[in-house]
């Protein structure tokens, strides 16, 4: 059942739109055809990413409010959990927004990774074809002759983790300067979602992109790329340092 419904709603649709990009780019370049879809993807799910970005700093935005409800609740942990809830209902704040996002693309990145592991190319599965999908006149696997998509790649899994970051940095903006009383409560939520989503985010993905194919941390530094763009666009700038 689970698998019917991952092959019917991540596979099919993934292997597809690679083979007809494929199809339809001059050098047959399977790398470029995962960047194009790469950022179809991403302008599909970008209210979702913007409201990830959002949450956090609105979270930030109200940051001493939950000092203060850590400071009342001190010795009730279970009242200082549901009054942070409550706050952050009452603003409208969705603290998890940002495990939904990664939650949204991991069944892309496995998508990825089960048509370059399992066959899915350079030789093509017919079978798998829709009807207005025809097989490609050639493939070629190395992206603009420097990698193969279906090898593994310690210089893009490292561009995976550098680009996260960057984009991270970018759009929450540089942290705030603690004072000594909001130093005392490092354990906040927002404080450890702000550090989680800055740093360990970016190692993990490095770790994780460097032990599957190259076609994953192809998507996941062109989904960055794409994003930290949109952002400038959008009048974000750098300020203060990276920290």
Do not use: C
């Not at 940095?169 to 702000?194: C, I, N, Q």
């Amino acid at each position: 059942m689970i698998a019917t419904v991952f092959n019917t709603i991540i596979y099919n649709p993934l292997y597809n739109g690679l083979v007809y990009l494929v199809g339809i780019i001059p050098s047959h370049d399977v790398g470029i055809a995962v960047v194009i879809l790469t950022i179809i993807v991403r302008i599909i799910i970008y209210p979702l990413s913007r409201r990830a970005v959002q949450a956090q700093l609105d979270m930030k935005k109200v940051a001493p409010e939950v000092t203060k409800i850590r400071d009342k609740y001190k010795d009730d942990k279970q009242g200082e959990s549901k009054a942070i809830f409550a706050l952050y209902k009452e603003r409208g704040i969705h603290p998890f927004a940002s495990f939904f996002l990664v939650l949204v693309q991991s069944p892309i990145l496995i998508g990825l990774y089960w048509v370059f592991s399992r066959g899915g190319l350079p030789i093509v599965v017919v079978a798998r074809l829709y009807s207005f999908v025809h097989i490609p006149a050639a493939i070629n696997m190395e992206f603009l002759g420097l990698q193969n998509m279906a090898g593994h790649s310690i210089v893009l899994a490292l561009l995976a983790g550098l680009t996260q970051f960057v984009y991270t940095r970018l759009a929450m903006g540089p942290r705030g300067v603690k004072t000594a009383t909001e130093a005392s409560f490092s354990d906040d939520m927002a404080k450890s979602l702000d550090v989680q989503a800055r740093f360990v985010l970016p190692a993990v993905i490095s770790v994780i992109a460097y032990t599957v194919v190259a076609a994953a941390p192809l998507y996941w530094v062109a989904s960055n790329s794409f994003m930290i763009v949109q952002e400038y666009a959008a009048g974000r700038r750098f300020k203060g340092d990276l920290t």
